[in-house]
């Protein structure tokens, strides 16, 4: 007789002593593991309700915020911590994230500050609607006398500085181009607007800037030719840009039609995805410097954070005290979210809303990245559909939504009915993504 | 068990874990190495297709893995094999005792009790508790390797059944009326008055449910999470005589007293699949792990092997005497259990054997109940004078899972699978044949797809088909057929006899008179010119 039975030594299985870990054995035979799909699918709509559960998007406010709307706000692409804000008072504050603590306050301009943005030396340009662009020292903020002071003819909308030259270019009745040595600007690249909103340059292909202008243009300009290179019109007005920081060829608009576009510079005459869910005008989107994403702010008193090939927000966040937002900025190490509101404002968002910053432990992020995999595998299902779509959102953006829908529906059922009723093919479909655009000029 | 199967079992859990192997098979004699052949992706969809690779790779890194995972396993399976001329079923339990090692022989106890029996018994999912219930109400919980007794007490009525719930901490007894639960202390924590004369249990682990099946032939299922009855279903074949859940999909299969096995789900009044097994009652029902094998045992001395994935016998045994009781092992050992004697056959399912591997008698004691005990080399006997515990060398699962049922938990890791299994729990409406029906794709039609929606099983959107059809009225023209035409149809038309003519005479009259009727039914003016043979002449 040739015998063995199982007989396991407790001694193999047991911790010696209560301080230690018991040890894990595995056997990865799938008839040990039984209902795979099934547990895997609970397990994942499990994940889905609890990131649901840990929502909390809100972080806090920056110190007291503005007496008056923030309109403005620039954020050091050098610094992960420092960020300044312009108000409508006329005042710039300097804000530190990590304590969310004033750093600074000036009273920088008369009127309203439309544009800040951060030189090469992390000093401070800021215009405002005086006609005047004011160099501040970021080091010593208090001092409250500009290292230097541009005027220019008209007031000034925005201003953005070059990423690797003394150059910044400003967006008023004109687009200019200053150095930062000289008063007198060095070029013109107007074309055609009364007024230009908003000039942003293009941070990987450094010498094109592009402006948005009231009359419903999108201008790509050159600093090497020193003039305009394309025309884009719009059906209606654009308010912000933001180009792609990973692919240079690709910008945001942010656009009246409730609507942002995603453009491709080189080929104008279609936009590569349209972001809808807003219900009244987008007033800035800013992109994640990961590229990944878009957070775009809207006169609806909500912001919504977009994936670059998704037409639709991933996330809304809102507050009841927060009103129209007129700036939306990531930071840096896009984990978080600045708004600018017209309450005086400044809020601090996650960008993802259920993530927390605090260190975890080796098991933790096992877990949430084996919650994350199992909710990308089952994001299909209905039920996990409808949980991680779900947003409450106030009853003015619902009733608005609803409304839109309605619009929406009953344009179309018109336009079906006149394409019934008309000659086969005289009344063709119009392009999503293209119906918005009125025409395209290039500059001989 | 292949690699393949390894990789699509564990899924998700290892494949960012995924330790790299030379996934290049090597020949016999290592000198010709073949790469894996490289997949031509024909998906315009640039996305799709990348998609389709990444997963893909995945599941090649997953295989690897599982594949590596093998070297994990540190137990050995026992075996027992015979020398010259020895047959291994001629061994017995003394000579086996004598022959292993001492803590095995400590395991295979024999406990006598004459005045309570005959016994049922269950383990825990870990096998490391047993439960004792006899006959006559006596019930006993107790760890049987370090000799620790949880609880033991008589409920002083007839007990027919015995079930763990999901750990030791609790268990159903079906008694004499109800079902009651108790917890590990012998407490009566619960009444289920709903259960009624329960004769057989059922627990589903993964979904916290309790079945049961009584003398009045309702399938009863009740969460033991939640407490609430998810449904009950009349089986309408009298009391049902087996019971067994099968461990791969958690449909019971229960056998009935025509010599039918039926299939059973909570989602559906019918029963899913309705087999003919035996020609007699059938006394029990067992199901392999992997769910691909049934064992039946009928009044008619047949001991069959089915594949539930065909409903198709596979080959049949016999019992001198019918079987009263069968088990299967982990490792698909087959215990039978007839009259006094117990004989366990292995590698029974696939092919067909000449004798069984071990065989043992308790004289005088019918066999009444037989369990194998998770993860460890016993098989437990219940029968009329006591409970016995016999070593069968190699029906255990060597390697444990410690995440899914683990001999060694301690307090706090039993605390921690208890709340990790509760919100894990599956739904009852994840119970099908196919239990990996979940996250694919419905080939239906939308409308059939939102019928069975609302009907859940196609067995009854079937019925409602045909019921719809049923409803559906037929296109009836009223036939322009009379006998008498009929008749003057038939009748060849060049010979004209009386016959012929009278009856010609009375259709004319009959097609007048329908005629007349039907202008009537409209309000036209009725010819009644006809008004008999008698008033006639004065007309006109």
């Known amino acids: 007789m040739i015998i063995k039975t199982l007989s396991r030594s407790s001694d193999t299985y047991l911790p010696a002593r209560s301080t230690e870990i018991s040890r894990v054995s595995r056997n990865l035979d799938p008839s040990l593991h039984p209902f795979e799909r099934a547990r895997e699918y609970t397990r994942a709509l499990n994940a889905t309700k609890l990131e649901s559960v840990f929502a909390a998007p809100f972080v806090g406010q920056l110190g007291n915020g503005h007496t008056d709307g923030v309109y403005s706000l620039a954020k050091d692409f050098g610094k992960i911590n420092s960020v300044a804000s312009g108000s409508g008072d006329g005042t710039v504050k300097f804000w530190d994230l990590t304590s969310r603590d004033q750093h600074a306050s000036i009273s920088a301009h008369k009127g309203i500050v439309k544009g800040l943005t951060v030189t090469l030396e992390g000093n401070l340009l800021s215009c405002g609607m005086d006609s005047t662009v004011k160099l501040w020292d970021v080091s010593a903020p208090d001092s409250s006398v500009p290292l230097k002071t541009f005027l220019g003819s008209s007031g000034f909308t925005g201003v953005d500085h070059h990423r690797s030259r003394p150059t910044f270019a400003t967006s008023s009745s004109k687009v200019e181009v200053w150095d930062l040595n000289r008063s007198k600007p060095i070029s013109d690249l107007s074309w055609g607007a009364d007024n230009v909103n908003t000039v942003k340059f293009n941070q990987s292909e450094q010498s094109i800037l592009a402006s948005t202008g009231s009359d419903r243009s999108i201008v790509i300009h050159d600093t090497r030719s020193s003039s305009p290179v394309q025309k884009l019109v719009t059906s209606m007005r654009s308010n912000a840009i933001s180009w792609n920081p990973m692919e240079a060829f690709v910008f945001a608009a942010a656009n009246e039609d409730f609507n942002t576009y995603l453009y491709d510079m080189r080929k104008l005459t279609r936009s590569l995805n349209v972001y809808k869910n807003h219900v009244a005008a987008v007033m800035d989107v800013d992109f994640s410097p990961t590229g990944q994403e878009l957070v775009t702010g809207s006169y609806d008193k909500t912001l919504r954070i977009f994936r670059v090939r998704d037409g639709h927000s991933r996330d809304v966040y809102h507050t009841k005290r927060m009103q129209r937002l007129f700036c939306v900025k990531f930071t840096m190490d896009a984990k978080y979210i600045l708004s600018g509101s017209d309450e005086g404002n400044i809020r601090v968002w996650r960008s993802e809303a259920s993530s927390r910053s605090g260190a975890q432990s080796a098991r933790q992020r096992t877990k949430l990245e084996y919650d994350a995999a199992l909710k990308e595998r089952y994001k299909n299902m209905p039920e996990i559909r409808r949980i991680s779509r779900h947003r409450h959102v106030p009853s003015h953006i619902k009733t608005a939504t609803d409304i839109m829908k309605i619009e929406i529906a009953s344009r179309e059922r018109k336009e079906e009915n006149v394409r019934r009723r008309s000659k086969k093919g005289s009344v063709p479909y119009s392009k999503e993504r293209e119906k918005h655009i009125l025409g395209v000029a290039l500059k001989e | ?540």
């Open chain 2, 1 to 540: 068990m292949s690699a393949l199967e390894v990789a699509s079992g564990l899924g998700l859990e290892n494949e960012d874990r995924a330790i790299e192997v030379a996934s290049a098979p090597t020949s016999a004699n290592g000198s010709v190495k073949s790469r894996p052949k490289k997949k031509n992706y024909k998906i315009k969809d640039g996305r799709l297709r990348q998609s389709m690779k990444r997963s893909d790779e995945k599941f090649r890194r997953a295989r690897a893995a599982a594949k590596s995972s093998e070297l994990l396993l540190q137990e050995e399976a026992g075996y027992l094999e015979a020398e010259g001329m020895e047959k291994t079923y001629k061994f017995n339990q003394e000579e086996l005792k004598q022959s292993v090692d001492i803590t095995t022989a400590s395991k295979a106890f024999d406990l006598k009790l004459p005045d309570f029996g005959p016994y049922e018994l269950d383990y825990t999912t870990n096998g490391r508790k047993i439960l004792l219930g006899g006959r006559k109400g006596h019930i006993a919980s107790f760890d049987f390797r370090e000799g620790v007794l949880d609880v033991e007490f008589n409920v002083n009525e007839t007990v027919r059944d015995v079930k763990y719930l999901h750990n030791d901490q609790f268990f159903a007894v079906s008694q004499k009326k109800y079902v009651f639960i108790y917890d590990k202390t012998g407490a009566e924590v619960h009444c289920l008055k709903k259960h009624i004369e329960v004769t057989h249990m059922e627990f589903l682990r993964y979904h916290f449910l309790l079945a049961t099946v009584g003398n009045a032939g309702w399938l009863k299922y009740q969460d033991t999470s939640t407490g609430e009855q998810v449904c009950e279903l009349r089986t309408k074949l009298g009391p049902s005589t087996a019971m067994a859940q099968n461990p791969y999909n958690a449909i019971i299969h229960l056998g009935h007293s025509n010599g039918t096995v039926s299939l059973w789900s909570p989602n559906s009044t019918t029963p899913l699949v309705s087999m003919l097994c035996h020609k007699g009652p059938v006394n029990a029902v067992a199901i392999d792990r992997g769910g691909n094998y049934m064992t039946s045992a009928g009044a008619d001395g047949q001991l069959k092997i089915w594949d539930v994935r065909m409903y198709k016998e596979v080959h049949a045994y016999y019992t001198p005497t019918p079987a009263t009781t069968l088990t299967l092992s982990d490792r698909g050992l087959l215990g039978v259990g007839w009259g006094p004697h117990v004989s366990v056959w292995k590698d029974a399912l696939k092919v067909k054997q000449k004798s069984p591997y071990m065989t043992h008698l308790s004289p005088g004691s019918a066999v009444s109940d037989l369990r194998f005990c998770p993860f460890d080399d016993i098989l437990a006997m219940g029968h009329d004078n006591g409970v016995s515990s016999l070593i069968v060398p190699g029906s255990g699962e060597a390697n444990f899972d410690a995440l899914e049922a683990n001999p060694y938990e301690t307090v706090k890791q039993r605390r921690e699978t208890e709340v990790q299994g509760l919100l894990n729990k599956l739904q009852p409406e994840m119970i099908a044949l196919d239990p990996n029906f979940i996250g694919g794709i419905d080939a239906r039609a939308p409308d059939e797809r939102k019928q069975a929606l609302r009907l859940v099983t196609t067995s009854e959107t079937d019925k409602i088909k045909e019921e719809n059809t049923k409803l559906q009225p037929k296109a009836k023209t009223r036939g322009k057929n009379s006998a008498l035409r009929r008749y003057l149809r038939k009748k060849a038309n060049n010979v004209i006899d009386e016959r012929r003519l009278r009856v010609q005479e009375s259709w004319e009259k009959e097609k007048t008179m329908r005629q007349n009727y039907r202008k009537q039914q409209r309000g036209l003016p009725v010819d009644d010119t006809e008004v008999g043979p008698a008033l006639s002449r004065f007309g006109k």
